[in-house]
């Protein structure tokens, strides 16, 4: 399959979509607001199966982001679909969440974190679209209370 690059539809957002030989298509597509980027991703299944088992792994680089870029383990959060990591020398985090969730990790040598959504059974001619947002705050986000956490998920 040839590369496809993701198209810009204004300043801040930008889109990508792959159709499959089989019928089946799939896309994203990210916006960015104040302190929220907007992550919204589908799956269409144009097969005559239905589709079962459909994960997706989604990657935040942390890499160009001033206090997060270093390649060492960081304070984290973990609480069903959410993740937050905070920055090294500041009260600054940075929160995703997809719902379903497959699980939710971090990965200190990329930099990275991950919230890996897990698609319902897709039958014929359905579409399943997750929203997230990844947001950004300098709240401090205790283990045992993480209800602060500026990060919603929808699915529709």
Known sequence: MEPIEWEVVRDNELRFQRDLPNGIRFGSEVSSEDN??????WLH???EQALTGMRSQVCVMLKGLI???SKRRR????RGPLIAIKADHHNRWVITG?????RAWANPPVPCIHSDPIFPIATRAKRFVFVVRCGFTKETISRTRFCSVNCES???
């Open 75 to 78: 304070e984290s959060v973990v």
């Open 45 to 47: 299944n144009g097969t």
């Open 154 to 156: 929808a699915s529709r």
């Open 67 to 69: 206090g997060f870029n």
């Open 98 to 102: 997809w719902e379903p969730n497959h």
């Open 36 to 41: 929220v980027v907007r992550m919204e991703m």
